[in-house]
Nanobody, 140 residues
Framework: QVQLVQSGGGSVQAGGSLRLSCEVS?????????VGWFRQTPGKEREAVATIFSGSGNADYADSVKGRFTISRDNQRRLTFLQMNSLEPEDTGMYYC????????????????????????????????WGQGTQVTVVS
């Protein structure tokens, strides 16, 4: 059974930093896989903000977080991290880590953000295994 357990998050002043962690268990250790961080804010659809492919370590980012957020992975400990720096009030929301059911589609050794987003839009939340979510609040 695939499970994702998140930790981290909280409240921080604008300009501050937070780190989110996601432990993924239950995936076939012989298969490369993809993990992404998504966020949801009131009144908006859930959106992918960062993705990583365990095979290459390649990452992809939403334009809104490029240069400020870094996704990384510790394959040995099955952990995926999201380091968030220079946080802005617009980053406030519920953050979820997720991995796609049935494997992921990659291009150029990257699980591209547009591919992750397209899967979410076409198939809905059930197309992924999700963490429990963690609130990030950035106050100005």
């Amino acid at each position: 059974q695939v499970q994702l357990v998140q930790s981290g998050g909280g409240s921080v002043q604008a300009g501050g930093s937070l780190r989110l962690s996601c432990e993924v268990s239950g995936l076939n250790p012989g298969v490369k896989h993809c993990v992404g961080w998504f966020r949801q804010t009131p009144g908006k659809e859930r959106e992918a903000v960062a993705t990583i492919f365990s095979g290459s370590g390649n990452a992809d980012y939403a334009d809104s977080v490029k240069g400020r957020f870094t996704i990384s992975r510790d394959n040995q400990r099955r952990l995926t991290f999201l380091q968030m720096n220079s946080l802005e009030p617009e980053d406030t929301g519920m953050y979820y880590c997720a991995t796609p059911r049935g494997g992921c589609s990659i291009r150029d050794e990257t699980w591209r953000l547009d591919i992750a987003t397209d899967r979410l839009r076409r198939n809905g939340n059930w197309a992924f295994y999700w963490g429990q979510g963690t609130q990030v609040t950035v106050v100005s």
